[in-house]
């Protein structure tokens, strides 16, 4: 079992910045992938970048140049850097991990932190 918790959201004006944190703990050594989701009260969970063990990123269009996926292994933190944030950015943010341990894929999801960008 893996355990996330993120922090680092809250209320922001348009341009400003951001930056989430996802704290992981459990059986963090059978992480593999990582990533940042976000979902509103209209919308269903999308994702918003991904990060490979190796430190392979994806993003999608709406954060590509905007924002920044990191992690640190070595202390199982996720980072998303958030800047020029917009009104459309507001959702709540959930970090997600997948491991892979005897030919088995798991998920696990944190519990989410709001982020509210005003205009």
């Known amino acids: 079992q893996v355990q996330l918790v993120e922090s680092g959201g809250g209320l922001v004006q348009a341009g400003g910045s951001l930056r989430l944190v996802c704290a992981a703990s459990g059986s963090t050594s059978r992480i593999n992938n990582m990533a940042w989701y976000r979902q509103t009260a209209e919308t269903r969970r999308v994702l918003v970048a991904s990060i490979t063990s190796g430190g392979t990123t994806d993003y999608t269009d709406s954060a590509k140049g905007r924002f920044t996926i990191s992690r640190d292994n070595a202390k199982n933190l996720l980072f998303l850097q958030m800047n020029d944030l917009k009104p459309d950015d507001t959702a709540v943010y959930y970090c997600?991990?997948?491991?892979?341990?005897?030919?088995?894929?798991?998920?696990?999801w944190g519990q989410g932190t709001p982020v509210t960008v005003s205009s």
């Open positions: 997600f991990a997948r491991t892979y341990r005897n030919f088995q894929f798991d998920n696990f």
